[in-house]
């Protein structure tokens, strides 16, 4: 069975479905070979007893009119309804050792006067410190994309200081720079190791504004089918591409199922190790594979997820709760420093998912692990008896816990089970979207940002280098 | 540290990470000429960061090395910067 297109998107999670959807757009006979059985299954979620559970999205920023995600949905053709979170704490930050709970209001001013409130004494700091993050952002190539035009390649290299090293020169209080640090949880990439212009375009853009998607991941998946069915372009679930040769300027993709697609412009979004795995021999030079390979995995995720009762609206803000104010600790390997992100639903009755970090030394992707059944219930019951001992107005509230996932489940659902593809390492190798190949690039979350506007961004970047080379 | 010591890092890294033949690493020779690409040009810098412990990429603006030895005096300033500092 072999298929002629003039592009071909290996992987259907956001970031592929978003370079499909651009190349379509122009005009390419395209196609989007996913392994899975349907189009990016993390946004899929899942429902027990009739109330909906998110395991792919949550929260976004820049959805505002006139910011960077407001536009792209509308290139994209995504009819998609954001509205915006809480204003005056959208997240709650709750530091255990001292008791504190911060409020994360949106609104720079606001956010401000949160901050200088909290910690008075490093008034100057917090007003230095956000201006930078503003001054950081407004300069940033990926959320000004549809505004200014740039050098593709110099965009898509970070560098130093990592957000660890501006946090140190700014502030004394451990405890402010844990609040200013925790959302480190959106891109998993610890203080210490991820850039400061990385953290505060995933994390910083937040402080603008912060937004929902009405019928979330499931509307997300919607929104793209129909735009990428109406712009021609073909997908192909089940279909996981196992080869890629390259042959006389053509791209040659193999499937399990003995599928073969051959096209002028292949764009991979799996993970890049994988990748790898499947390109040409000559896809990089041997030390660029090996710096690749040595990159690290961001943790996966270990979600209980509950059922609150009598369908009461209970709690607006999301809470970040952390047990030691160094966050680069809530990446360790045990739950002894644990840190836990509990969201909740805006969905009647509500639908309540306590989400931790699990490296990924602890293995629990593979089920056949040593202790993978122990570990689980174990990490089950921490988090339980955490909520109940420190929040016992929502463990009153749960009706019932129904579901405990582990990055083996996401493994299973999704394909993957690191929570966000590799670390972005500010000190480490970075990949960018070329390879020595002419026509085969390289995308997705490892490569620019993770989340749901860093996969798209990524395809941007990768579109504009496409577009540019043909 | 001495320039000789720079050059040998740098070559060793060309060598070792980016398989060129030594005897092409003169300080004449353009990044164009050895075979590198924007894709090696990228990875060199942040081995080369890595070797030295010194922020290319903040410090680099166009047109500041051509050659090797543009490289090699490149990253000689950056060392005298950081160590003056």
């Known amino acids: 069975m072999l298929k002629e297109y003039d592009s071909v998107v290996i992987g259907g999670g956001i970031s592929g479905l978003t370079s499909a959807l651009l190349l379509a757009q122009r005009g390419k006979k395209t196609a989007i070979l996913e392994a899975g059985a349907t189009i990016s299954p993390i946004m899929n979620g899942f429902s027990r007893k009739g109330v909906h559970f998110e395991t792919g999205f949550h ?117 402010l720079k844990a609040i200013l640090s925790v959302s480190a949880f ?155 992100y509990i969201n909740f639903s805006n969905s009647k009755p509500q639908a309540l998912s306590i989400i931790s970090l699990v490296p990924p030394s602890e293995q629990m992707w593979d089920k056949k692990a040593p ?55 500010v000190n480490k190798t970075k990949i960018l979207p070329i390879t020595k190949i002419p026509g085969l690039y390289i995308s997705g979350r490892s490569i620019i940002a993770p989340g749901l506007l860093g996969a798209i961004i990524t395809a941007l970047l990768v579109d504009k280098i496409i577009s540019k080379s043909t | 540290m001495q320039k000789e010591e720079i050059i040998k890092i740098v070559n060793r890294a060309l060598v070792k990470e980016f398989e060129l033949d030594e005897s092409l690493l003169t300080p004449e020779a353009d990044f164009v000429s050895l075979g590198l690409d924007s894709l090696d040009a990228v990875d060199m810098v942040i081995t080369l960061e890595q070797a030295f412990k010194v922020d290319i990429r903040n410090n680099y603006k166009v047109g500041d090395f051509g050659s090797l030895g543009g490289l090699y005096d490149f990253i000689e300033k950056l060392i005298k910067q950081k160590n003056n500092v």
């Open chain 1, 59 to 175: 929260y976004a920023s820049s959805l505002g009119e006139g910011d960077f995600g407001h536009y792209i949905f509308n290139k994209l053709g995504l009819d998609l309804e954001p509205f915006p979170l809480l204003q005056d704490g959208y997240d709650e930050i709750h530091i255990l050792p001292t008791g504190r709970v911060f409020k994360m209001a949106y609104g720079k001013q606001n956010l401000a006067n949160n901050l200088h409130e909290a910690f008075p004494e490093e008034k100057k700091a917090i007003t230095a410190y956000l201006d930078r993050v503003e001054n950081t952002l407004s300069k940033s190539f990926f959320l000004n994309m549809h505004k200014k035009q740039d050098s593709l390649y110099s965009a898509a290299i970070d560098s130093p200081p990592s957000l660890q090293e501006v946090l140190d020169e700014y502030f004394k209080s451990p405890e």
């Open chain 1, 186 to 340: 959106l891109h998993g990439t610890p203080p210490s190791k991820i850039s400061f212009g990385q953290h505060c375009r995933i994390s910083g853009s937040l402080y603008k504004s912060a937004w929902g998607i009405k019928g979330g991941g499931l509307a997300i998946n919607k929104a793209y089918k129909n735009s990428l069915e109406r712009n021609g372009a073909d997908i192909f679930v089940n279909a996981k591409a196992v080869k890629i040769e390259y042959k006389d300027g053509k791209k040659h993709i193999f499937t399990d199922k003995g599928g073969l697609f051959v096209c002028n412009t292949c764009i991979s979004t799996v993970h890049p190790k994988i990748f790898l795995n499947i390109a040409p021999k000559n896809v990089y030079r041997e030390g660029y594979k090996a710096r690749i390979n040595e990159l690290e995995e961001t943790p996966g995720f270990f979600t209980l997820y509950a059922i609150l009762k009598d369908g009461k609206y209970f709690k607006k803000s999301n809470m970040f709760v952390v047990s030691d104010t160094n966050i680069n600790g809530i990446f360790s390997p045990d739950m002894k420093t644990r840190s836990y």
């Open chain 1, 371 to 425: 202790e993978y059944n122990i570990k689980k219930e174990k990490y089950a019951e921490i988090l339980k008896k955490d909520i109940a001992s420190l929040f016992p107005e929502i463990a009153d509230s749960i009706e019932e816990y129904l579901e405990v996932s582990t990055p083996a489940t996401t493994r299973r659902f999704a394909g993957y089970y690191s929570g966000y593809g590799l670390m972005h390492d």
